[in-house]
């Protein structure tokens, strides 16, 4: 075997033990996102039934976000440092960087609910419909899901789908504002309940931000275009 064929040997092995890596990158991504998913189903099930002890399970699986979002930027600053990827592969890790961090954000967001939650049930429920608060929670749930499946499917198409549903989610969370708002007006005993519910409607607003977000960074990987903020300029 002359010295050339070694080489090229021992490029193919770094790359697939490089390809390897990337996929176990990946897969603790998705499992890291179906914890953020679970949180928030877990939060709102807790508002909605009326249930501390969802809302205390919310808060136990943080801890196990946090340490896999430390566990993965460590895992993509070593690759960036050891494989100095270029090109996509580059692409891929940075965008993973910030994917990470919209999906630990995710759960805060969804320990927000459930802390706010916790102060909810010490009053009466407010008579208001809370119909919108869980459409909007599915519509958040659904963007980060289909999101993260823009992410593994390499679909840019569903991640522009993604970015498209951050207009209806704000548009229900100003029709949540304005029926709690009259509430407060017509009854100052509401005021303190309404303003909860308020701030549980922005951490599920916030919950769609942090999904278009991921949409964003898939068009990235994918297109290599930047549509944050309208840019649309390709990278190299």
């Not at 659904?142 to 207009?167: G, I, Q, R, T, Y």
Request: contains cysteine.
């Amino acid at each position: 075997i002359s010295q050339g064929d070694l080489v090229e040997r021992f490029k193919e092995t770094m790359e697939r033990h490089f390809d390897e890596e990337l996929k176990l990158l990946k897969q603790k991504l998705l499992e890291m996102a179906d914890l953020s998913l679970e949180m928030i189903g877990f939060s709102i099930r807790s508002l909605t039934e009326r249930d501390q002890a969802l809302g205390e399970q919310t808060l136990r699986i943080e801890d196990r976000v946090n340490h896999m979002e430390v566990e993965i930027e460590e895992e993509v600053l070593n690759l960036l440092a050891l494989r100095q990827p270029a090109a996509r592969d580059l692409r891929f890790l940075t965008a993973v960087l910030k994917i990470n961090n919209d999906l630990e954000r995710i759960a805060d967001q969804a320990c927000n609910i459930a802390e706010t939650v916790f102060y909810l049930l010490q009053e009466p429920p407010l008579k208001v419909p809370l119909i919108d608060i869980p459409m909007m929670a599915a519509l958040s749930q659904k963007m980060v899901k289909e999101s993260m499946d823009a992410f593994v499917n390499h679909d840019p198409v569903l991640a522009h789908a993604v970015c498209e549903h951050d207009d209806e989610a704000d548009w229900i969370n100003d029709q949540i504002f304005r029926v709690l708002l009259t509430c407060m007006m017509e009854n100052a005993k509401s005021i303190t309940r309404a303003v909860d519910l308020i701030l549980v409607s922005r951490n599920l607003e916030r919950i769609a931000d942090h999904a278009t977000n991921i949409g964003e960074e898939v068009i990235f990987i994918e297109e290599g275009k930047n549509i944050k903020h309208h840019i649309q300029k390709a990278s190299q």
